[in-house]
């Protein structure tokens, strides 16, 4: 009986396979894969392969015909008449997989979350890793289909068409490797979007959005910074001339020039940005409601980030400068920087900021509690401001600060103008208390008992950041006569260069004594809090 067919292994179905192995993908297959679908995504494919074939053997190359730079002339060898054709291909089958890859992503999360069959799918005894995963491998099904069968024809190009082989490998191990990026990221952004539920019949508008921003940016880009430096010895077969590559180094390793490095440190930063996204998702995805990053990870997160773009500011061509020009330019490569950072710790601040309910659990049960059950005392408390997600965010914000402009203060200390120096430090100065102040200002409001925290913390900060400008302009108040009034509301690129010491203790000291009001209305509110929990 035992070794009945029914029982054998032969005798099982590739279906229960897939769902032995992951449930949620065999749920996306037979949700996908159903006859209608199936032949509108392939007769999609097979019709855009036609019409391209059908388009160039109008364009066959022949002794009587001339070639037009634009038009529809014919081209002048069969070679080029394949080049041509893999051209296209290779162009349009990163922007078919990336925007259908995100839009149906995000709009079956958010249908999901619409219906209320998420939180069905939370509970499921597989891991977080297992059912994303058969999302990202099962909802854009249709575009691998379509894809995939682009790729014999695609093959048929390259060969006839003389394109080496290694370029093919690259492009689709860079191709895999942005889409499982981008698809990652994409049910993260779904997975924050919980706006989309309240939006009805128009649920699938997010996915609209962020399917017009890889549209016109994400895919382009994909293609032209690999052209750039990746693809550079490979240019002639993308854009049809030779493009020299851009000298970029990062660190002061070149990785435009060197085919090899270019491609290690393409790929090595997708697997890093991937891996750090997963993170999130695991972390994310079973339990909503907590902060979007640990503290632990965002320390991690933030100085990586804070490499990887500091290393951009090394170059060796720097130091070939001359002197006066060299100066200048690593002022505004500082800027661009604290651009950058600026996103990242509004970024930071957003992903660590506990809200009400968080911050009374941690007044009640972490280290400020005074039951037996938990030790108590200023070590403690230390510790839980810098580890304990619950705790308030200020401790990990300082030490977010510290990791990242420590570098920049080391890399500002080797300038060789003390000039520029001096306007670099008050820069950073200024940078990190300004930050600081945003954050507890952020964290004071999503204290306060209010309908919806999140809009009063964006909406305040950001009047604090426009607001004071549109005054200071209203009122005639100009960088060159108030340059201490523009440093204390934290533009220091306006008035560095013509800053008296005096405005900058002055500017600096009133930041610092809002900063100690904000403390100690934090602590008041945290010990209200606990009295009224002991009451």
Known sequence: ???????????????????????????EIRGKLKLRNLVVAIGLSLLFQLLLLLFYSQRVPNEDCYIQARGFGCVASWQDWWLEQFRVVTWTEPFILFLAGVYGLIADLALEDYKGTLNFIRISP???????????????????????????????????????????????????????????????IALLSGWQAKLGSQVSAGALIFSFVTFVWVAPSFMWWNIFTVWSSFSKVLVGGRISPIKVEWWYLPITTNIWTSHIFTIVNLAIFSFAIWRILQRRFHNPTSTLVSKGQSYAITAYL????????MQSSFANMEFANSSEFQLIMLLLLYIANC????????????????????????????????????????????????????????LNLLFTQLPILIWVNSWTSPEIRGKALIVTASFTISILLIALIAQLILFLKTRNPTAWATGTISALIFLPVSIMLTLSISPDRYAGVWLFFGFPWLVVSNIKLSDIILAFAGQISVIIALILQLIYQLQRAKMRDTL
Request: proline content about 6%; glycine content about 6%; some cysteine.
């Open 1 to 27: 009986m035992n070794n009945s067919p029914l029982n054998s292994p032969k005798s099982i179905s590739w279906q229960d396979r897939i769902g032995n192995w992951n449930p949620q993908l065999l749920r």
């Open 126 to 188: 597989r891991s977080s890793v297992n059912i994303l995963m058969g999302k990202i491998m099962g909802v854009p099904l249709l575009a691998y289909i379509s894809v995939g069968l682009t790729i014999p024809y695609h093959l048929v190009c390259a060969l006839n068409a003389k394109v080496p082989l290694a370029f093919l490998l690259s492009f689709y191990t860079l191709l895999i490797g942005t889409a499982f990026f981008l698809f990652s990221a994409s049910i993260l």
């Open 306 to 313: 804070e490499i990887a773009m500091l290393g951009f500011c």
């Open 343 to 398: 996103f990242m710790f509004f970024a930071a601040i957003a992903a660590l900021t506990p809200t009400r309910q968080a911050l009374l659990d941690w007044v009640r049960f972490g280290a400020l509690s005074t039951t037996e059950e938990h030790p108590s005392g200023f070590g403690y408390v230390v510790r839980d401001l810098i580890w304990s997600d619950k705790s308030p965010v200020l401790i990990a914000i300082a």
